[in-house]
């Protein structure tokens, strides 16, 4: 491996779509994966569980276009995440950075001496409060060699799309030693192949979107206590909604608070119904709930 060819897959430019930009990253070291985050310290994330992209292939090798979809494939692939990218078919639009809800994927020079050694960039778009991804386009860089093969001279598209793609997750570059043989390494060597996600990547989108193998449908079975307490048309409601669909739904926990919640809530109203100390406590808990999802927001 010779150190003046590793080049940097870098860089992910996060964009913010409402105040200045953010570059934040949190470490998840603990877990062998990093995810970007908020100077709020929310996680960044897609509001649905899927993103779709376009291709523009203009400027790729032969079969750079099927490289990108095995890519996005590898990822749908990790059964204990139920994130899938959708392949929306062939664009020659080249407006590539922007905020317009389009993502995409295509080929160009990167100008400028902070590209000199960038082999390829996703700008991605969030809102600041939120955390919620709007837009992300990649693109390689063509002032480096590009192919499809095992061509020792040249990098790696699968390999280079694979990275990419999970900056379009929300997750960061690692740079650390024992992180090489991860998708998310920063750098890369000509001829290098990583097509293949390791266990800590596998984790790093598992942590972001949860799920996969078993449901995550939340089964609404009886009325909810909240609304029981505060009276149906409480502004609070609201921040309660986003709080449950927001956050606790985006992990397993938090998904098995809420199913519980639902479960039980007809014993729960029973409860508060016999005591009033119980109500005040239950409104209390209710509105502190609230306000912490409004300071969030
Ligand atoms: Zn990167």
């Known amino acids: 491996m010779s150190v003046n060819n590793n080049q940097p897959l870098r860089c992910i430019a996060l964009l913010c779509t409402c105040s200045v930009l953010v570059l934040w990253s949190c470490s998840e070291n603990a877990h062998g994966f990093q995810v970007s985050k908020t ?32 890519a996005m494939q590898t990822w749908i692939n990790v059964t204990t995440s139920n994130f899938s990218f959708v392949y929306k078919g062939q664009t020659s639009s080249t407006s590539f950075g922007q905020n317009d809800g389009s993502n995409m994927v295509c080929f160009g020079a990167l100008v400028g001496a902070q590209y000199d050694s960038t082999l390829a960039v996703n700008t991605i778009f969030f809102n600041g409060q939120t955390g919620l991804l709007s837009d992300s386009d990649i693109k390689f860089n063509t002032n480096f060699t590009w192919a499809t093969g095992n061509s020792p001279d040249a990098y790696d598209v699968q390999t280079i799309a694979l990275h990419e793609l999970g900056h379009a997750l929300a997750l960061d570059d690692l740079y650390e030693s024992g992180d090489t043989a991860k998708v998310m390494y920063g750098y890369c060597d000509p001829g290098e192949i990583k097509r293949f996600l390791s266990q800590d990547d596998m984790d790093g989108i598992t942590y972001l979107y949860p799920g996969g193998g078993t449901t995550t449908t939340t089964t609404i079975t009886g009325s909810c206590p909240a609304e029981f307490v505060l009276g149906q048309d409480h502004p609070d409601l609201q921040q309660l909604r986003s709080l449950r669909d927001g956050l606790l739904s985006r992990s397993v926990v938090g998904h098995r608070i809420i199913q519980m919640y639902y479960n039980n809530s007809d014993s729960i109203n029973a409860a508060i119904e016999r005591s009033p100390v119980l109500r005040d406590a239950a409104r209390s808990f209710f509105e502190t709930a609230a306000l912490v999802m409004v300071k969030k927001q």
């Open 39 to 70: 100077d709020g310290g929310l996680a960044i994330r897609w509001p649905t569980t899927s993103a779709g992209f376009y291709i523009n292939p203009a400027g790729a090798p032969s079969a750079g276009l099927s490289a990108i979809q095995a």
